[in-house]
């Protein structure tokens, strides 16, 4: 599977950066194969304060949906987050959310 990095819409100290996914899974029943569908929404704002470190805050929209149409629950998630990354060794990042 390929891995995908969201798209930053604006590149400055402060960055807002902004992705949809969308996720459709097949899973064998009795009865024949069920679908479950889930979209999420994610949208952020952060500010690097040093050379490896950025802080910001992010929001996350969470919907799951039955048969792949009917819409089972929605979710909020909203909350700070820290992001350090250093190149020693490779290019390697981490990131922090609390919601």
């Known amino acids: 599977m390929e ?14 950066g902004a992705e949809v996914n969308y996720e459709l899974e097949f899973e064998k029943s009795d009865d024949g194969y069920e679908r ?6 994610f ?9 490896n470190w950025s802080a910001g805050f992010e929001f996350w929209k969470h919907h799951e949906f039955a048969d792949a149409t009917v819409h089972e629950h929605l979710a909020y998630f909203v909350g700070p987050r820290i992001h350090m990354e250093t190149s ?6 981490a990131s922090s959310t609390s919601c």
Do not use: C, Q
């Open 36 to 41: 479950d569908g889930i979209f999420e929404w």
């Open 88 to 93: 020693a060794g490779g290019p390697r990042s």
């Open 3 to 16: 891995s995908y990095t969201p798209k930053e819409l604006v590149r400055a100290p402060a960055r807002l």
């Open 43 to 51: 949208t952020g704002i952060s500010y690097r304060f040093g050379r």
